[in-house]
């Protein structure tokens, strides 16, 4: 009984796209009844059509709006480093695609090139060319051959478009982040990186400096604060 159920099921949905086809302009091809596999791949193929033209395309905003709509996010807390990045991250953004450029137009290309422009900038990019843009100082040290910024520097700069691109998916305004997974290798392995110095540290090494004069008190402190 089921078997004669889902036959009847078959030959129903077989009539209908015939029927369909037969009123479309012929752009629906219904297969032979006997081709039961090409039966039910033409039903998919019908269904997945009907379904991306109806479903609800979700709300697209440019990079300027995410930026601004991101930084203003108040569950989020960040320094003022952390703030200046985003900025010089959202300044390569604007310089490469513009303000009015829709996130959901953003594509993985796009990422890399954005990565790009960042891995070719030397350090201190703007107090060194304080009249060009980034992409501008990005050519002008490939061109010369500057030494670029750390690895891990670079990786930061990536990181931050990436959250940023992350939050529109939390939000429901992108299906997936183009940037996710983007960076540089670091030629300096982990285990092999210097620690900072904790607060103790430091406590008990300024704290051995305060009778220490001229460049024994000075060079420290300085260091401490550049």
């Avoid at 010369?144 to 939050?167: G, H």
């Avoid at 529109?168 to 997936?176: F, G, I, N, P, Q």
Wanted: net charge positive; proline share 5%; charged share 25%.
């Amino acid at each position: 009984q089921q078997h004669t159920g889902a036959a009847y099921n078959d030959d129903f949905y077989h009539h209908i796209l015939l029927h369909n086809s037969a009123t479309q302009n012929g752009q629906i091809k219904a297969p032979p009844s006997s081709d039961q596999d090409g039966l039910r791949m033409l039903i998919k193929t019908v269904v997945e059509e009907v379904l991306e033209k109806h479903s609800p395309k979700k709300p697209s905003i440019t990079l300027d709006d995410l930026y601004h709509r991101y930084m203003d996010d108040p569950a989020r807390s960040r320094s003022k480093k952390t703030v200046m990045t985003y900025q010089s991250v959202y300044n390569v953004l604007m310089e490469l695609f513009g303000r009015d450029r829709l996130i959901s137009d953003i594509s993985r290309d796009d990422c890399r090139q954005f990565l790009d422009v960042v891995r070719h900038l030397p350090a201190n990019a703007k107090k060194r060319f304080p009249r060009k843009s980034l992409v501008e100082i990005s050519e002008i040290a490939r061109s010369k051959n500057m030494k670029y910024m750390a690895p891990l520097t670079i990786n930061k700069y990536v990181n931050k478009l990436s959250a940023m691109l992350n939050w529109a998916v939390e939000e429901e305004l992108l299906d997936h982040n183009p940037a996710i997974g983007l960076k540089v290798a670091d030629p300096v392995h982990a285990q092999d990186k210097r620690l900072p110095f904790s607060d103790h540290q430091l406590q008990k090494i300024f704290t051995a400096l305060s009778d220490k004069s001229g460049a024994e008190y000075w060079v420290p402190h300085i260091g401490l604060y550049n």
